[in-house]
């Protein structure tokens, strides 16, 4: 809690800040004590701040009465070096010697409103959950219906052209289903299992799945892991889910071909995992988006891959992923996650 007081100058036309400020305040505003007091109030105060608080200050001299006294204002303020962060002041009266003197109590909004936003998020989360459940509960029994009776149909029909049909009306109706299983991933509460998990080994098993493909598709799959295990706390199949999509999605990219390396190190007790290929990259105006439910840059896909991936991540405790993309030079994915001791 930072703490001031202030005195209004006998022209009545500056603020100027008197006696104290204490060090959260000097914590919180960046400056030191030598700096600010003796000087404008509007050196910590927006603009807009300083002139609504002189008025009342001027009103309160004048009157004895003020709407702000003992009441909290919200307000953004600049620190020292320029950021901009929420804070709240509330400010109480006393007269010493027959001098005015207004302290000011103050509070660093930001990890409150960061909260706020966490809650409002979870909260639209579980509303937007509950609604793609039932949504999805109500389509996925007609899209079984459906692609039953079409491999059903393919199993008797004879003609070519029949069959080409049915095979789409097949394909697109397993799509579908894909896509709602993702839909759930994407907005459904994570039910993330805890165990030891060597991510080396787990690496090595995504490898050898994705080895074959890599091949069809000309893309040469490198995996670079050090001898020693790297033990991470997680659940494996979500894990291995993520490393699966991120080789999938790095073989799409590299649609003529390529080099994809996957590895992992050890760096100041976290484990770091990285999948680096060397395809197109992405333009800069979509990776702003690319975390976003829907948005894609494939010509085929749901644009929700990264989204799952990055909740199942973000859902390990401590774990963080992030994309690193410039066009022309390709793309790489790290993936943090706290190294568990053993």
């Known amino acids: 809690m930072g703490k001031k007081r ?41 603009r807009e701040c300083e002139t609504g ?19 909290q204002t919200e307000f953004l303020t600049p620190r020292k070096n320029g950021e901009k962060f929420p804070l709240s002041i509330s400010f109480s009266v006393s007269e010493v010697e027959g001098r005015i003197y207004f302290t000011g109590i103050i509070r660093d909004l930001t990890e409150t409103k960061a909260l706020q936003r966490q809650v ?23 899209l079984i219906m459906i692609g039953g009776f079409a491999k ?25 289903e894909n896509l709602l299983l993702e839909l759930k991933e994407v907005y459904r509460p994570q039910q993330l299992t805890r165990e030891k998990v060597n991510i080396n080994t787990l690496l090595r098993e995504v490898s050898s799945l994705s080895n074959e493909d890599c091949k069809f598709n000309n893309i040469a799959l490198e995996v670079e892991t050090p001898e020693d295990p790297l033990f991470v706390e997680g659940d494996p199949g979500k894990l291995k889910q993520v490393f699966l999509n991120l080789v999938k999605n790095a073989m799409e990219a590299m649609e ?64 963080t992923l992030d994309l690193l993309s410039e066009e022309g030079k390709g793309t790489i994915v790290k993936i943090s996650l706290p190294l568990l001791r053993y």
């Open 6 to 46: 202030e005195e209004l100058s006998s022209n009545r036309e500056a603020i100027i800040l008197r006696e104290a400020i204490n060090k959260a305040a000097e914590r919180i505003f960046g400056y030191s004590r030598e700096e600010v007091v003796g000087k404008d109030l509007g050196l910590i105060l927006s």
């Open 53 to 71: 608080h002189k008025q009342a200050v001027s009103r309160f001299l004048e009157t004895r009465e003020s709407k702000l006294i003992g009441h």
């Open 152 to 176: 059903q149909l393919s199993r008797t029909i004879r003609d070519e052209k029949s069959q080409s049909k049915l095979k789409i009306i097949a394909d697109e109706v397993q799509r579908l």
């Open 256 to 319: 003529t071909g390529g080099r994809l390396t996957i590895g992992s190190r050890r760096s100041d007790g976290r484990v770091e995992i990285h999948f680096s290929d060397n395809g197109p990259g992405i333009q800069p105006q979509d990776r702003e988006k690319l975390f976003t439910p829907f948005f894609t840059t494939k010509r085929r896909g749901s644009g929700l891959g990264l989204s799952v991936s990055k909740k199942i991540i973000e859902g390990h405790p401590g774990g």
């Open 120 to 142: 409002a998020q979870s909260e639209r989360l579980a509303a937007l959950g509950q609604l793609v459940a039932e949504i999805t509960h109500e389509i996925k029994n007609p």
